[in-house]
């Protein structure tokens, strides 16, 4: 399947010139752009280590047994590739009131695809109910990752939490996870699974979707406002000062979402499905090489 | 105040109008159910509004009811009046309106019924608010829409012109619709013959029959001569004297050349022609009646005293076949060869005054409904009774025969033998020339100038009988028919009626839309110069002895509707109005939509 039309040209040129990185250094399983735990080969000095039979005598620093007449063994930093985790959410919400939410979704999720394949980085893909634990890596990558998406739909049924949970169960490396949602549940829940992926050792990075009626509904006199995802019904009599109620509350929910964020190392990213594709990627995705 | 509807009627359609406002905003005011992505900001809000909206009225459902309630109105015609008294006159400003009153007053029955106008106002509408007049000539028009101040008519009403009028008063109430609120009084030589109100009258100065004189038209004949019609609308007989002037072309115009008078006699009633011979080059001629000695006993309007009439160039004679078959079957056609034209009898109907064109006219087979203004020969036999009705007679015997009459020259009784004869009751002024069983079946007579033969028995096809005497006796009767003319059948003219006195000239002043007054009027057109002779005659208007009755119009009950009164100013307002706030109405919920 090919990319979205809002790949343009111009937006891969911009994404060639960004890159994910880690804020921290994961342990990789082939030689790639980041720096590993491990100490090997390399360019970067890590430290030295006292000689033991069997190492390799290339590695001796002989300067060093010069000056101490001692064996010291120089060892440099391995520069490894990163597992990137993305964890898509793909509730009724996300599909409600249009398809926009999750097209959203799927453009940043292959703009992260795009940015991994240029890495050479593994990608592993969670959306529940459809994929759990799936793993990307090539040159096709990211129209492998599109051909998926494109089959992914929304279902009610699934139960995100154990998906979510059982894809990280079988993850022997952690890595950098992007977790795109509207974070519009239950604060509970989503905490939980905050904590589910932070108990992985990940460096956890949250994409907040949103409509811009989501940020402002429209006015109307009398609704009942049905929940896409629970049926929930709830009765309400807008007026103009329910709206700015509702617009203080909205804050207080963001504002208590990027608070709980700070607390846990947990990079978070709102946009809104309004904005340009690029804006976001620029803001939202790795940094300029 | 006095408010009212012109259609009540649509009144009706408030009740489901209104019935769907509030079903269309009872239904806006329902909860709307609407699927959102999460409830979780929804379930923080207060769903009940607050103590001061809760109190805000629902405004746009009294703005939408204030609207439909101004379309409403616009459509039932809602008006309204300030309080005060309001006249509606009709003043009938005809041209029998122009009659003389009475012998002993010189003043004509306009002026009486304006004076009466005046009284009426000083005696019935003191405190009067405004005053609407209508006139009915030319034809019926209102001075303005709505009511105007005494003072601003009362200067006008001094200039009301009798004239002539397109419908009769009559008519024109026929087609009014008028309700009893109304104070109307109509102004006329008419009576009334149905009750009267208060607020709600004929008015009249006439009381009885007058005399009065008219020339009804002016017919140039073939030889050199013209024919003054002259209608006596009298219940004596009279003898007066008519005028006739005549005008020749020149650099300047027309200009008269010669005057002639004739005196004439009339009896009660009774249509009189006057034949004058004039010169070849006599383009115009314009006959009156003298003046002189006349009183207005027995002519009461005087502008009906005079006609005109133009003479056209010479044409070649023609002669008309009034007939179902065929030019060819007829025979006619050699003894009026390149002159006979043929005409049906239902177009011959459909166009009467054409005859006048002709110095001829044969009917074959056909009786007209009146006598033409041209020489003419009736043949009767089977045809359908018109301003003769015809008796048939089987195997007649002739009872008379006139030697002296020409049209039997060369024939004699025994020449004849009739299978079927249709006989006819002929006016006095012809002369019987065969009768049989002492019925006419052939006569000739004169009506003026104009010379006809009643023929009671086949004459058509002339070419197939075997009848020699037939031929012969259709030859004498055309040579008869023809007979005066020096130069046969070589002029033809127009019938015109009654013209137009210099004073009704200022009803161009004061209407604006008289077209052209009576008189002879030259038009130039591509180089060439014409002349139109326009006349106005009506019978109608000239009969004074008949004293006409009228109905009121009937008042419309239970309904404040009237033609007469413009009741609905406020409808163009109230529409426009009613778009303006719908208008608004758009771009406030517009704007509301765009701001949320």
Redesign the interface.
Known sequence: MPLPESFTPQLLRQLELQQVKARKAFLGSRQGAHYSPKRGHGIEFSDFRQYQPGDDLRHIDWNLVARSERFYIKRFREEQDLLVHLILDNS???F??GAA?WNRVVELALAIGYLSSMQQDRLQLAVPGHFIGKKYSGKNLVYKLADDLNLVRSNPTVTFDADLKLSFTATNFPGVAYYIS?F???PEKIKANFQTLLARNLDLRVIQVL?PE?KL??????????????G??????V?A??LV??QK??NA?QKDWQEYAYQRQIAWYSCDTSEKLADICRSVLGVSK | MNLGFTAPGFLLLAFPAIGFLIFAYLNRGQAKRQFVSSTIIFKQLKNRPNVREKVKLPWRFFYELLLLTLLLLAIAGFYWQSPGKYWQVIIDNSLSLSAVADASSSRNILALNIAQLKNDRQDRFKNLSGIKVCLTAPSFQCWSEGFESWEAVSSKLNNIPAIPANDSLESVLGSLTIAPKVNLTIYSDYLSNSRQSNNFRLSTVRTGELGNLAITEIISRPNHTVSVGIQAFVSTPIQKKVKLYSLVENSKGLEVAEIKEANFKANPEEKVFVDFKIFNNIRAVIAEIDPAGISSAIDAISADNISYQVINQQVSAAVLLVSKNSLAESGLEAVFPGKLKLLSPEEYQAVPEDAQKYSLIIFDNYIPSKFPSSNHLIVASNAEPGVLETTLQRSPKITSWDKESSLLRYLSPDNFSFKNVWSAKLPSWFQPVITSNNQTILATGFQGPIRSIYWGFPLLPLEKSNNQALAILSLNAFKWLEEESQSPLSFQGETLAYVLKDQQLESEKINGNWELAAGIIQSVSENKVNFIAKNFYSEEESNLLAVRKIALPILTRNSDKSDLINTNPNLNQLIWLAWLMLLASFFIWRKGKAKA
Not at chain 1, 217 to 230: C, F, H, N, V
Not at chain 1, 232 to 237: D, S, T, Y
């Open positions: 009724a919400s996300m409600n009131p939410k509207d519009l549940d239950d409509t989501e509904p429209q006015i109307g006199t009398k609704m009942i406002a049905i929940d896409s995802e629970t929930q019904e709830v009765p309400l009599e007026t000062s329910s109620e509702y509350a909205f929910h």
